[in-house]
């Protein structure tokens, strides 16, 4: 198990560097720079500006300062908000998507193990096709587009919730429904076809030959194999909507780090693009290896080397 850890961790710092590498040429081949669009800068203050952050230097210089500063755990200076550091950005933003992306996981987990276990034991009856219906649509919908539905109908004709910020309880119920929508049709598509394929193996068979009970059979076997695809799906999961999932956070204001990245972009603060691609590749490959380790704790067959 420790080989095996250190292992993952040696490739994971090979991906960061390859992520850091290829996110920092891409974006100094963008045309433009982040000061073009700064009202009423001459070109000595542009200049002023770019020698102030480094940016008058050559590319290769640039790329061995910022790969030092990257090994000492330094993401840069934002180059937009003004004295604050990427790290500082991170620390500040993250915990709030952290915080609706993990209910939004959670919302989907409950919902989707659930409905695609019942769809998957009542196979071809009218509940499952009504299952497998709205499970694809909720695949289909674009996030944006369920996003705008519920703010449409839930706050602007309803007037049921406040459609911005995080400010109470009530404001957290439309962003975590739009994140939980596709993530919980997908887990009960999933787990509706991993569940029927544990069913028909010989061991379900012969548990039931054994008369051993519908429910021990379901909680003990089935449910606890057909569920690995579904923690497989976990892992990704848990990274993309945790670091803030960046339309959501848009169209409902909340200021976490989907919504930074994507001002980010929009403004060219590369630094703040860099330290946000890497750190979401990071926790990504880190949620993939814990993945990886609950295999080896739901199924003891499986062997971690």
């Known amino acids: 198990m420790g080989k095996y850890i250190t292992k ?24 433009g720079g982040p000061f073009l669009s700064e009202k009423a800068v001459t070109p000595a203050a542009q200049k002023a500006l770019e020698a102030k952050f480094g940016l008058d230097k050559p590319l290769s210089e640039q790329y061995t300062t910022y790969l030092n500063d990257l090994l000492h755990g330094d993401l840069g200076v934002s180059l937009k908000k003004r004295g604050r550091t990427v790290n500082q950005i991170i620390a500040t933003k993250f915990p709030v998507s952290a915080r609706l992306g993990g209910m939004a996981i959670l919302l989907a987990f409950c919902v989707g193990v659930p409905l695609g276990s019942y769809a998957a034991f009542h196979r071809g009856k009218l509940v499952d096709n009504i299952i497998i219906l709205f499970t694809t649509a909720g695949i289909a919908v674009p996030s944006f587009l369920s996003a705008t539905l519920l703010m449409y109908v839930l706050s602007a004709k309803l007037s049921l919730l406040p459609s911005k910020g995080l400010d109470s309880p009530a404001c957290y119920i439309m962003p975590i429904m739009a994140l939980a929508l596709y993530p919980s049709s997908y887990i009960a598509r999933l787990m509706r076809s991993s569940m029927l394929d544990v069913m028909g193996q010989d061991y379900m068979r012969t548990a039931r030959a054994k008369g051993v009970s519908q429910t021990v059979s379901i909680f003990k076997h089935a449910l606890r194999n057909a569920i690995l695809p579904v923690v497989t799906y976990l892992g990704p999961l848990m990274a993309q909507l945790m670091t803030g999932s960046f339309i959501v956070e848009k169209i409902f204001t909340i200021p976490g780090l989907g919504f930074e990245f994507v001002g980010s972009i929009t403004s060219r603060d590369y630094p703040l693009i860099m330290g946000t691609t890497i750190f979401l590749a990071v926790f990504l490959i880190t949620m993939n290896v814990i993945v990886d380790i609950l295999y080896a704790v739901i199924d003891p067959r499986i062997k971690l080397k």
């Open 8 to 31: 993952r961790i040696f490739l994971a710092l090979i991906t960061a560097f390859v992520v850091a590498t290829a996110t920092f040429f891409v974006m100094n081949l963008v045309p």
